[in-house]
Protein backbone atom coordinates (compact mmCIF):
# COMPACT_ATOMS: atom_id res chain seq x y z
CA UNK A 1 0.00 0.00 0.00
CA UNK A 2 1.65 3.63 -1.26
CA UNK A 3 1.04 6.08 0.82
CA UNK A 4 4.47 8.01 0.21
CA UNK A 5 2.81 10.96 -1.38
CA UNK A 6 0.48 11.69 2.34
CA UNK A 7 3.10 11.02 3.91
CA UNK A 8 5.15 13.72 1.91
CA UNK A 9 2.37 15.97 1.66
CA UNK A 10 1.43 16.20 5.02
CA UNK A 11 3.93 15.12 7.69
CA UNK A 12 5.14 11.61 8.45
CA UNK A 13 2.62 12.29 11.71
CA UNK A 14 -1.22 12.22 12.38
CA UNK A 15 -2.93 15.17 13.97
CA UNK A 16 -6.60 15.12 14.38
CA UNK A 17 -8.00 18.09 12.07
CA UNK A 18 -11.23 16.40 11.37
CA UNK A 19 -10.10 14.96 8.49
CA UNK A 20 -12.80 11.35 7.70
CA UNK A 21 -13.53 9.25 5.05
CA UNK A 22 -15.24 11.89 2.85
CA UNK A 23 -12.27 13.60 2.48
CA UNK A 24 -10.60 10.55 0.44
CA UNK A 25 -11.45 10.91 -3.33
CA UNK A 26 -11.63 8.94 -6.32
CA UNK A 27 -12.60 8.27 -9.83
CA UNK A 28 -15.66 6.21 -10.19
CA UNK A 29 -15.63 2.58 -11.09
CA UNK A 30 -17.54 1.19 -14.20
CA UNK A 31 -20.50 -1.32 -12.97
CA UNK A 32 -20.99 -4.37 -14.21
CA UNK A 33 -23.35 -4.43 -17.58
CA UNK A 34 -22.60 -6.83 -19.73
CA UNK A 35 -23.55 -9.89 -17.45
CA UNK A 36 -26.81 -8.23 -17.84
CA UNK A 37 -27.91 -8.51 -21.36
CA UNK A 38 -26.73 -12.69 -21.03
CA UNK A 39 -28.28 -15.79 -19.87
CA UNK A 40 -27.32 -16.69 -16.45
CA UNK A 41 -25.83 -20.75 -16.32
CA UNK A 42 -24.57 -21.94 -12.75
CA UNK A 43 -22.44 -24.65 -13.24
CA UNK A 44 -19.90 -27.12 -11.42
CA UNK A 45 -17.76 -27.96 -15.17
CA UNK A 46 -15.12 -26.02 -15.87
CA UNK A 47 -16.08 -26.47 -19.69
CA UNK A 48 -19.35 -26.19 -20.33
CA UNK A 49 -20.83 -28.20 -23.16
CA UNK A 50 -23.37 -27.73 -26.06
CA UNK A 51 -24.40 -29.74 -28.84
CA UNK A 52 -26.07 -28.00 -32.06
CA UNK A 53 -28.23 -30.22 -33.90
CA UNK A 54 -28.74 -29.13 -38.02
CA UNK A 55 -31.16 -30.48 -40.37
CA UNK A 56 -29.98 -29.55 -43.88
CA UNK A 57 -33.47 -29.30 -46.47
CA UNK A 58 -34.82 -32.21 -46.63
CA UNK A 59 -37.95 -31.98 -48.97
CA UNK A 60 -37.66 -33.66 -51.99
CA UNK A 61 -40.35 -34.75 -55.35
CA UNK A 62 -41.36 -38.42 -54.98
CA UNK A 63 -39.58 -41.91 -56.23
CA UNK A 64 -39.78 -44.90 -55.72
CA UNK A 65 -36.43 -45.22 -55.11
CA UNK A 66 -35.27 -45.19 -51.56
CA UNK A 67 -33.01 -41.28 -51.52
CA UNK A 68 -31.92 -40.15 -48.22
CA UNK A 69 -30.52 -36.84 -47.97
CA UNK A 70 -28.41 -37.72 -44.88
CA UNK A 71 -29.32 -34.24 -43.42
CA UNK A 72 -28.74 -34.30 -39.82
CA UNK A 73 -25.94 -33.57 -37.50
CA UNK A 74 -24.58 -32.72 -34.96
CA UNK A 75 -21.89 -30.49 -33.55
CA UNK A 76 -20.31 -29.88 -30.35
CA UNK A 77 -19.58 -26.22 -28.97
CA UNK A 78 -17.42 -25.89 -25.49
CA UNK A 79 -17.57 -22.99 -23.34
CA UNK A 80 -14.46 -22.63 -21.55
CA UNK A 81 -14.89 -20.96 -17.92
CA UNK A 82 -11.57 -19.13 -16.62
CA UNK A 83 -10.21 -19.17 -12.71
CA UNK A 84 -9.81 -15.18 -11.71
CA UNK A 85 -8.25 -14.48 -8.56
CA UNK A 86 -7.50 -11.30 -6.22
CA UNK A 87 -4.18 -11.45 -4.32
CA UNK A 88 -3.25 -8.30 -2.11
CA UNK A 89 -1.36 -7.71 0.69
CA UNK A 90 -1.08 -4.84 3.10
CA UNK A 91 0.75 -2.91 6.01
CA UNK A 92 -2.17 -1.06 7.85
CA UNK A 93 0.76 0.23 9.87
CA UNK A 94 1.77 2.43 6.88
CA UNK A 95 -1.41 4.79 7.44
CA UNK A 96 -1.52 5.28 11.44
CA UNK A 97 1.66 7.96 11.35
CA UNK A 98 0.16 10.13 8.57
CA UNK A 99 -2.97 12.51 7.65
CA UNK A 100 -4.75 8.82 6.45
CA UNK A 101 -4.47 7.81 11.01
CA UNK A 102 -8.43 7.88 11.38
CA UNK A 103 -8.58 4.63 9.73
CA UNK A 104 -6.26 3.21 12.63
CA UNK A 105 -7.46 1.48 15.35
CA UNK A 106 -6.60 0.53 19.30
CA UNK A 107 -7.50 -2.72 18.34
CA UNK A 108 -4.38 -4.87 18.57
CA UNK A 109 -5.80 -7.11 15.12
CA UNK A 110 -5.23 -5.23 12.06
CA UNK A 111 -7.66 -6.96 11.08
CA UNK A 112 -10.19 -5.15 12.35
CA UNK A 113 -9.15 -1.80 11.76
CA UNK A 114 -11.49 0.32 9.67
CA UNK A 115 -9.04 0.63 6.90
CA UNK A 116 -9.98 -2.89 6.24
CA UNK A 117 -13.80 -2.43 5.61
CA UNK A 118 -13.05 0.72 3.93
CA UNK A 119 -10.81 -0.79 1.51
CA UNK A 120 -13.05 -3.78 0.33
CA UNK A 121 -16.57 -2.46 1.07
CA UNK A 122 -16.27 1.47 -0.45
CA UNK A 123 -18.95 1.50 -3.37
CA UNK A 124 -16.58 3.33 -5.79
CA UNK A 125 -13.47 2.94 -4.69
CA UNK A 126 -13.26 -0.41 -3.07
CA UNK A 127 -11.84 -4.17 -3.98
CA UNK A 128 -15.18 -4.88 -4.75
CA UNK A 129 -16.36 -2.25 -7.18
CA UNK A 130 -12.64 -2.63 -8.86
CA UNK A 131 -13.27 -6.12 -9.50
CA UNK A 132 -16.25 -5.36 -11.49
CA UNK A 133 -15.11 -2.43 -12.92
CA UNK A 134 -11.57 -4.65 -14.39
CA UNK A 135 -14.40 -7.67 -15.65
CA UNK A 136 -16.16 -4.86 -17.44
CA UNK A 137 -13.89 -2.97 -19.03
CA UNK A 138 -10.77 -5.73 -19.48
CA UNK A 139 -12.03 -9.18 -19.57
CA UNK A 140 -15.81 -9.37 -20.72
CA UNK A 141 -15.69 -7.86 -23.96
CA UNK A 142 -11.16 -7.11 -24.81
CA UNK A 143 -10.19 -10.12 -22.49
CA UNK A 144 -7.05 -12.35 -24.54
CA UNK A 145 -6.23 -15.15 -22.64
CA UNK A 146 -2.09 -15.64 -21.78
CA UNK A 147 -0.70 -18.55 -19.72
CA UNK A 148 0.62 -16.90 -16.24
CA UNK A 149 4.42 -16.72 -15.37
CA UNK A 150 4.56 -18.76 -12.36
CA UNK A 151 5.24 -16.49 -9.32
CA UNK A 152 4.60 -13.15 -11.18
CA UNK A 153 1.16 -11.36 -11.27
CA UNK A 154 -0.92 -11.72 -14.40
CA UNK A 155 -1.93 -8.95 -16.15
CA UNK A 156 -5.46 -7.49 -15.98
CA UNK A 157 -7.25 -7.78 -19.56
CA UNK A 158 -5.54 -11.76 -20.36
CA UNK A 159 -7.63 -13.58 -17.85
CA UNK A 160 -10.04 -14.82 -20.07
CA UNK A 161 -11.09 -14.65 -24.17
CA UNK A 162 -13.86 -12.12 -24.31
CA UNK A 163 -16.46 -11.34 -26.67
CA UNK A 164 -14.29 -9.79 -29.07
CA UNK A 165 -11.41 -12.13 -29.49
CA UNK A 166 -14.55 -14.85 -29.88
CA UNK A 167 -16.54 -12.77 -32.37
CA UNK A 168 -13.25 -12.68 -34.14
CA UNK A 169 -12.20 -15.99 -34.24
CA UNK A 170 -15.76 -17.15 -35.36
CA UNK A 171 -15.38 -14.68 -38.21
CA UNK A 172 -11.96 -16.08 -39.63
CA UNK A 173 -13.75 -19.84 -39.03
CA UNK A 174 -16.39 -18.65 -41.24
CA UNK A 175 -18.78 -20.07 -38.17
CA UNK A 176 -19.78 -16.18 -37.27
CA UNK A 177 -22.42 -14.09 -39.33
CA UNK A 178 -20.02 -11.11 -40.78
CA UNK A 179 -21.97 -8.42 -41.93
CA UNK A 180 -19.62 -5.63 -43.90
CA UNK A 181 -21.31 -2.26 -43.32
CA UNK A 182 -18.23 0.12 -44.09
CA UNK A 183 -15.53 1.66 -41.38
CA UNK A 184 -17.96 3.63 -38.49
CA UNK A 185 -18.37 7.29 -39.16
CA UNK A 186 -20.42 9.48 -36.65
CA UNK A 187 -22.40 11.02 -39.59
CA UNK A 188 -23.35 7.67 -41.49
CA UNK A 189 -23.69 5.29 -37.95
CA UNK A 190 -27.39 5.93 -37.95
CA UNK A 191 -27.89 4.13 -41.58
CA UNK A 192 -24.80 1.67 -41.02
CA UNK A 193 -26.73 0.04 -37.72
CA UNK A 194 -30.24 0.03 -40.37
CA UNK A 195 -27.61 -1.80 -43.02
CA UNK A 196 -26.45 -3.98 -39.77
CA UNK A 197 -29.82 -5.00 -38.87
CA UNK A 198 -30.27 -5.73 -42.71
CA UNK A 199 -27.91 -8.23 -43.02
CA UNK A 200 -29.16 -10.35 -40.33
CA UNK A 201 -30.74 -13.94 -41.62
CA UNK A 202 -34.78 -13.51 -42.31
CA UNK A 203 -35.20 -15.77 -40.50
CA UNK A 204 -34.14 -14.09 -37.58
CA UNK A 205 -35.05 -10.63 -38.23
CA UNK A 206 -38.29 -11.05 -36.00
CA UNK A 207 -36.33 -11.74 -32.86
CA UNK A 208 -35.47 -9.54 -30.65
CA UNK A 209 -32.27 -8.63 -30.04
CA UNK A 210 -29.68 -6.10 -28.71
CA UNK A 211 -27.19 -4.71 -31.22
CA UNK A 212 -24.21 -4.34 -28.84
CA UNK A 213 -21.88 -1.12 -29.79
CA UNK A 214 -19.46 0.82 -27.37
CA UNK A 215 -20.76 3.63 -25.71
CA UNK A 216 -18.84 5.98 -28.40
CA UNK A 217 -21.09 5.10 -31.21
CA UNK A 218 -23.94 4.37 -29.10
CA UNK A 219 -24.07 8.45 -28.58
CA UNK A 220 -23.30 8.74 -32.34
CA UNK A 221 -26.03 6.86 -33.22
CA UNK A 222 -28.42 9.06 -31.22
CA UNK A 223 -27.25 12.43 -32.60
CA UNK A 224 -27.25 10.76 -36.23
CA UNK A 225 -30.84 9.59 -35.78
CA UNK A 226 -31.39 13.25 -34.43
CA UNK A 227 -29.96 14.59 -37.20
CA UNK A 228 -32.06 12.69 -39.48
CA UNK A 229 -34.82 14.11 -38.25
CA UNK A 230 -36.23 11.70 -35.61
CA UNK A 231 -35.76 14.21 -33.11
CA UNK A 232 -37.55 17.77 -32.29
CA UNK A 233 -37.53 19.63 -29.10
CA UNK A 234 -41.02 21.39 -29.80
CA UNK A 235 -43.09 18.26 -30.18
CA UNK A 236 -43.82 15.24 -28.46
CA UNK A 237 -41.42 13.13 -30.50
CA UNK A 238 -38.10 11.58 -29.08
CA UNK A 239 -35.49 9.30 -29.63
CA UNK A 240 -35.28 6.06 -28.44
CA UNK A 241 -32.91 2.72 -28.63
CA UNK A 242 -35.23 0.80 -31.21
CA UNK A 243 -34.40 0.22 -35.00
CA UNK A 244 -37.05 1.33 -36.70
CA UNK A 245 -39.65 -1.29 -38.02
CA UNK A 246 -37.53 -4.08 -35.98
CA UNK A 247 -37.99 -5.68 -32.66
CA UNK A 248 -34.00 -4.90 -32.17
CA UNK A 249 -32.70 -2.18 -30.33
CA UNK A 250 -29.20 -0.67 -29.80
CA UNK A 251 -27.50 -1.47 -26.59
CA UNK A 252 -24.03 0.10 -25.37
CA UNK A 253 -21.53 -1.94 -23.78
CA UNK A 254 -19.17 -0.69 -21.51
CA UNK A 255 -17.17 -3.66 -22.52
CA UNK A 256 -16.24 -3.16 -25.72
CA UNK A 257 -15.81 0.91 -25.33
CA UNK A 258 -12.74 2.26 -27.55
CA UNK A 259 -13.40 -0.29 -30.08
CA UNK A 260 -15.52 -0.23 -33.47
CA UNK A 261 -17.52 -3.85 -33.28
CA UNK A 262 -20.94 -4.25 -33.05
CA UNK A 263 -22.86 -7.77 -32.77
CA UNK A 264 -26.16 -9.16 -32.35
CA UNK A 265 -27.56 -12.47 -30.70
CA UNK A 266 -30.47 -13.46 -29.03
CA UNK A 267 -30.26 -13.04 -25.41
CA UNK A 268 -30.91 -16.82 -25.03
CA UNK A 269 -27.90 -17.51 -27.06
CA UNK A 270 -25.08 -15.30 -25.36
CA UNK A 271 -24.38 -17.34 -21.86
CA UNK A 272 -22.87 -15.57 -18.90
CA UNK A 273 -21.22 -18.92 -17.23
CA UNK A 274 -20.18 -19.03 -13.48
CA UNK A 275 -18.67 -21.57 -11.00
CA UNK A 276 -18.29 -20.49 -7.31
CA UNK A 277 -19.27 -17.35 -8.28
CA UNK A 278 -20.09 -15.90 -4.42
CA UNK A 279 -16.73 -16.19 -3.96
CA UNK A 280 -15.96 -13.05 -5.97
CA UNK A 281 -18.20 -10.93 -3.35
CA UNK A 282 -16.79 -12.91 -0.63
CA UNK A 283 -12.99 -11.78 0.24
CA UNK A 284 -11.16 -13.75 2.82
CA UNK A 285 -9.33 -11.52 4.93
CA UNK A 286 -5.83 -12.99 6.90
CA UNK A 287 -3.49 -10.99 9.40
CA UNK A 288 -0.23 -12.57 9.58
CA UNK A 289 2.49 -10.59 12.31
CA UNK A 290 0.55 -7.23 11.30
CA UNK A 291 0.27 -7.48 7.87
CA UNK A 292 -2.89 -8.26 5.98
CA UNK A 293 -4.37 -9.81 3.32
CA UNK A 294 -7.04 -10.13 0.96
CA UNK A 295 -7.57 -13.22 -1.33
CA UNK A 296 -10.28 -15.00 -3.01
CA UNK A 297 -11.33 -17.04 -6.41
CA UNK A 298 -14.08 -17.52 -8.85
CA UNK A 299 -14.60 -19.30 -11.95
CA UNK A 300 -16.46 -17.37 -15.09
CA UNK A 301 -16.79 -17.44 -18.90
CA UNK A 302 -18.62 -15.72 -21.35
CA UNK A 303 -19.63 -16.59 -25.02
CA UNK A 304 -22.08 -18.26 -27.74
CA UNK A 305 -24.51 -21.19 -27.50
CA UNK A 306 -24.28 -21.28 -31.54
CA UNK A 307 -21.97 -19.35 -33.29
CA UNK A 308 -24.63 -19.60 -36.27
CA UNK A 309 -26.90 -16.82 -34.56
CA UNK A 310 -24.29 -14.12 -34.04
CA UNK A 311 -24.06 -11.13 -36.60
CA UNK A 312 -21.00 -8.91 -36.08
CA UNK A 313 -19.52 -5.98 -38.45
CA UNK A 314 -16.00 -7.60 -37.95
CA UNK A 315 -14.10 -8.63 -40.98
CA UNK A 316 -11.47 -11.25 -41.68
CA UNK A 317 -8.09 -9.91 -41.05
CA UNK A 318 -6.05 -9.35 -44.14
CA UNK A 319 -2.79 -12.03 -44.02
CA UNK A 320 0.25 -10.75 -45.01
CA UNK A 321 0.97 -7.78 -47.23
Known amino acids: MDVSEIVTAFGAYYEKSAQNKNRILGMLTQ ?81 EWPLIKYLIEHPDQGYLAKINSDMELEEYGKGVYQDPTPGTPGD ?18 ETINSINIGALSADTIFDQVELFVDGIAEVYQHVKMDVCLSPRWYKAYFR ?71 YCDWWEGIGFGMNAAVWTNLQKEVQGG
Open 156 to 173: TGKSMNGLIHQLQAGVEA
Open 224 to 294: DKRANGYYDYKSSRDINAEIDFTPQQVKALPSISGTDTIFATPKNNLLHLTKKSKNKTNIKIEEYRRNVSF
Open 31 to 111: GLVTPGICTPIKTDDTIYKLAQLTIQKIVQSFQKGWTPKHATAFTPNELKLFHFKVDEDIWPDDVEASWLGFLASEAVSRA
